[in-house]
Structure formats: structure tokens, C-alpha cells
């Protein structure tokens, strides 16, 4: 797989197109501000994209669904809990495929009810779970301190250290990580009870 991290809007957001290589069969993961500048990449690549896949529903990682579904013709997937408009739907452990590449799902609750992950081919699409030295907030309505502990400690925390990790916000002093390398210097990833973390995150 491709992957072109784009940085957008005034929340330092990231938007993601990732390219299967042999295909140029393509996903957008979280379009919002700067479309010009996907829309730029798809076509200076040839790029066909099948599916339109959001990390959540909050409005800072969806506010471009309707504007590229007009340009690309591709449905949007989002988890099964979300709220918003959606065509297709996934839940923990199904697989979205493109080309000959495929991303499986990991539900990663705790930022939002709706949250997931995308993982595959060495690499982690982290959303607003985990960012590189940080977490996403848990104050937003259908945040929940202890359910991201779970989502973190049970899910994430167990993945392949050499994952390549592709957060939601450029938050962190470098662009990308790797899930071993958070787990030794992202004060979110050290080891503790939920009692510590739910008391850490007020």
C-alpha cells in the first residue's frame, strides 16, 4: 500500500488516501478541509477510489463525505454505531478490501462511541484512539475514559510494535510512529490499572 498523508484544516487534521499498488484501487480515510488537494492526488495518480471511510463522526473527519462522494461516486463506510449518513456499515473484525489490499477493522471506542481503527499491511490508521505522544480527548458527548483504557490496552497495546502508526491529528513532534515506539514514550501507553487511567484522564 501508498499512503498520502495530507494535512488539513485549522484542527490539524490528517486526511489519508492509501493506494493499492497493484491495482491503484484507492480508500480516503477522514476527508475534511483541503479537498482540492485530494482531489489533486487522485488525479495526478489515476487513482480509482472505492470506498470513503470515516475513523468517526465528528464533524472535523467527515465534513468532506458529500463533496467527494460527488467526484468519486464512492460509498461511505463507517461503523455501526455511528449517526451519520452513511452506505455501508462495519463492525469489529470485518475487512474493507480495495484492489489487493485489505484493512481490517478494529472497533476502538473511547473518543467516540463510533471510533475504529483500520490495520494492515504494517500499518495502523489510529483515528482520534491514539495519537502519536497522546490520546484523543474523552469530554466529547459519548466519550468515555474507560472505554478507551480498553480500547488502548486491550486492542492497540497488543499489535505488532513495528506498525506504523497514521493518527488523525498531527498532535505529536514527529508525523507518524510506530506502535513500539509509543509504547515506550507516550505517557497514554504506559502500563496501568483503569482505576490510574480513568484518574489520569480526570
Not at 30 to 48: A, T
Not at 90 to 98: A, H, L, P
Not at 107 to 130: A, N, R
Amino acid at each position: 500500500m501508498i499512503v498520502h498523508q495530507i494535512p488539513v484544516g485549522p484542527m490539524q487534521n490528517f486526511s489519508y488516501i492509501v493506494v493499492d499498488e497493484d491495482t491503484s484501487e484507492s480508500i480516503i480515510i477522514d476527508p475534511s478541509w483541503n479537498l482540492m488537494e485530494l482531489e489533486l492526488i487522485i488525479k495526478e495518480n489515476n487513482l480509482k477510489i472505492k470506498y470513503i471511510v470515516n475513523t468517526h463522526y465528528h464533524d472535523d473527519h467527515t465534513r468532506g463525505n458529500e463533496e467527494m462522494v460527488t467526484s468519486t461516486k464512492a460509498p461511505i463506510i463507517q461503523h455501526e454505531s455511528s449517526t451519520l449518513k452513511n452506505d455501508i456499515t462495519v463492525k469489529d473484525g470485518d475487512f474493507i478490501e480495495f484492489g489487493n489490499s485489505k484493512l481490517k477493522v478494529l472497533h476502538t471506542p473511547g473518543h467516540s462511541t463510533d471510533s475504529i481503527c483500520l490495520v494492515g499491511d504494517g500499518k495502523l490508521f489510529s483515528g482520534d484512539t491514539l495519537f502519536v505522544g497522546n490520546c484523543g480527548r474523552i469530554d466529547l458527548p459519548g466519550g468515555s475514559a474507560s472505554e478507551l483504557y480498553h480500547s488502548l490496552f486491550d486492542v492497540l497495546y497488543s499489535l505488532d510494535d513495528n506498525l506504523v502508526l497514521y493518527p488523525g491529528h498531527n498532535y505529536g513532534p514527529t508525523e507518524t510512529s510506530t506502535i513500539g515506539k509509543e509504547k515506550m514514550t507516550n505517557m497514554i501507553m504506559q502500563k496501568r490499572t483503569e482505576q490510574q487511567f480513568l484518574d489520569m484522564m480526570g
